[in-house]
């Protein structure tokens, strides 16, 4: 079993930036493929970016490329995610989920049912 405890969460003016943590509890962390996903309210959660387990291959949504960065360091058990230039849409709660598979080191896919370990979430507030 894997915990995910995600932090750094809050409330920003647009344009701002926040930076979100993910602490994993597990000495096996760089066996895991990471991703972060997002809730808005009345929305599905949806799927925000990803890192393979050496941190060498990211993956992307559009609506953040340039703006929010994900990064991971292994010997501390954690996941980044550097967001800037945040908008008001970007409110939501932050999710951080875990990857397993053997093989080949690739950024997990965007289908949250492929993860398989989830954080409780880090609420952002984006205020206009």
């Known amino acids: 079993q894997v915990q995910l405890v995600e932090s750094g969460g809050g409330l920003v003016q647009a344009g701002g930036s926040l930076r979100l943590s993910c602490a994993a509890s597990?000495?096996?962390?760089?066996?895991?493929?990471m991703g972060w996903f997002r809730q808005a309210p009345g929305k599905e959660r949806e799927f925000v970016v990803s890192?393979?387990?050496?941190?060498?291959?990211?993956r992307y949504r559009d609506f953040v490329k340039g703006r929010f960065t994900i990064s991971r360091d292994n010997s501390k058990n954690t996941v980044y995610l550097q967001m800037n230039n945040l908008k008001p849409e970007d409110t939501a709660g932050y999710y951080c989920a875990a990857f397993f598979r053997s093989g080949s080191d690739y950024a997990p896919p965007p289908r949250e049912e492929e993860y398989d370990y989830w954080g409780q979430g880090t609420q952002v507030t984006v205020s206009s």
């Open positions: 597990t000495l096996t962390f760089s066996t895991y493929g």
């Open positions: 890192i393979n387990r050496s941190g060498r291959s990211t």
